[in-house]
């Protein structure tokens, strides 16, 4: 079992920048592809990123070009940088890790995005 404590949420203006990182402990992190999923209020969860064992990623089309998905295998930490933040980006950012049809998440950290 894997366990993963996400940080770097918190009140942002539109456009500016945050920077969530996700660190895990328990098994080795490097077999576990990676996720950052999202749940605005009254919407369904989304993924926004996710990075592979081997490091390809891809993303969300409402991101692309904005968010970038990384890991530091060394530091058993995942990271989503946010960049232009718009207010639709407000939701509850999770962290996930995937090994087959396992998947173990966060507890989430707020994103607020204000006009």
């Known amino acids: 079992q894997v366990q993963l404590v996400e940080s770097g949420g918190g009140l942002v203006q539109a456009v500016g920048s945050l920077r969530l990182s996700c660190a895990a402990s328990?098994?080795?992190?490097?077999?576990?592809?990676m996720g950052w999923y999202r749940r605005a209020p009254g919407k369904q969860r989304e993924l926004v990123a996710h990075?592979?064992?081997?490091?390809?990623?891809n993303y969300a089309d409402s991101v692309k070009g904005r968010f970038t998905i990384s890991r530091d295998n060394a530091e058993d930490t995942v990271y989503l940088q946010m960049n232009s933040l718009k207010p639709e980006d407000t939701a509850v950012y999770y962290c996930?890790?995937?090994?087959?049809?396992?998947?173990?998440w966060g507890q989430g950290t707020q994103v607020t995005v204000s006009s």
């Open positions: 996930a890790a995937v090994d087959g049809p396992q998947a173990y």
């Open positions: 990075i592979t064992t081997g490091g390809s990623t």
């Open positions: 328990g098994r080795p992190f490097n077999r576990y592809a």
